[in-house]
T-cell receptor, first 112, second 114 residues
Framework: GENVEQHPSTLSVQEGDSAVIKCTYS??????FPWYKQELGKRPQLIID?????GEKKDQRIAVTLNKTAKHFSLHITETQPEDSAVYFC???????????FGDGTTLTVKP | DTGVSQDPRHKITKRGQNVTFRCDPI?????LYWYRQTLGQGPEFLTY????????KSRLLSDRFSAERPKGSFSTLEIQRTEQGDSAMYLC????????????FGNGTRLTVT
């Protein structure tokens, strides 16, 4: 089955700096890669996703890049703000699979 | 708010007891998922339904776990003869189905087995 590894497990940045979180996946059939943000005590919520037919997607301060050959994808947050502090999860799935497989999460702390 | 709702929010039970959790998905979503999350880990897949049909169950899931979605709407997850290792957050999620739809999570049920 699919295996997703996520790095780093913790990340601390100064407000205004950029943050990058990386994930690798094992199943070459995977073609959908969402990112979820989970604030303390709250539900995971989708922040951005990318499908395998594109290499990059951007939404304001958040971007995701995908390298299908290397089987890795990354989340980029620019101009970080304290409210970006949360746990971020990457996931991977493919069209005919029912489930998403998640990474173990990255705890991002943005220091004011 | 018409998001995914789960009940109860917290459950404390003694080892060996049975517990049942309920999930009400977003009404127009035909896929419903159960995940388990422990501290420092990502959500771990347990099972999912397409309408009322249970299409996949994790191999990691013991026979003590059973889930139903009798009318293709709400779902229940039952754990029989609970063990301390079952303590976790149980997350329900729904999606509209189709190719690669994002998951909409509920707030979860936190189970503590003493």
């Amino acid at each position: 089955g699919e295996n997703v590894e996520q790095h780093p497990s913790t990340l601390s940045v100064q407000e205004g700096d950029s943050a990058v979180i990386k994930c690798t996946y094992s199943d070459s059939a995977s073609n959908y890669f969402p990112w979820y943000k989970q604030e303390l005590g709250k539900r995971p919520q989708l922040i951005i996703d990318i499908r395998s037919n594109v290499g990059e997607k951007k939404d304001q301060r958040i971007a995701v890049t995908l390298n299908k050959t290397a089987k890795h994808f990354s989340l980029h947050i620019t101009e970080t703000q304290p409210e970006d502090s949360a746990v971020y999860f990457c996931a991977a799935s493919w069209t005919n699979a029912g489930k998403s497989t998640f990474g173990d999460g990255t705890t991002l702390t943005v220091k004011p | 708010d018409t998001g995914v709702s789960q009940d109860p929010r917290h459950k404390i039970t003694k080892r060996g007891q049975n517990v049942t959790f309920r999930c009400d998905p977003i009404s127009e979503h035909n896929r419903l998922y159960w995940y388990r999350q422990t501290l420092g880990q990502g959500p771990e897949f347990l099972t999912y339904f397409q309408n009322e049909a249970q299409l996949e169950k994790s191999r990691l899931l013991s026979d003590r776990f059973s889930a139903e979605r009798p009318k293709g709407s709400f779902s229940t997850l039952e754990i029989q003869r609970t063990e301390q290792g079952d303590s976790a957050m149980y997350l329900c999620a729904s999606s509209p189905g189709g190719a690669n739809s994002p998951l909409h999570f509920g707030n979860g049920t936190r189970l503590t087995v003493t």
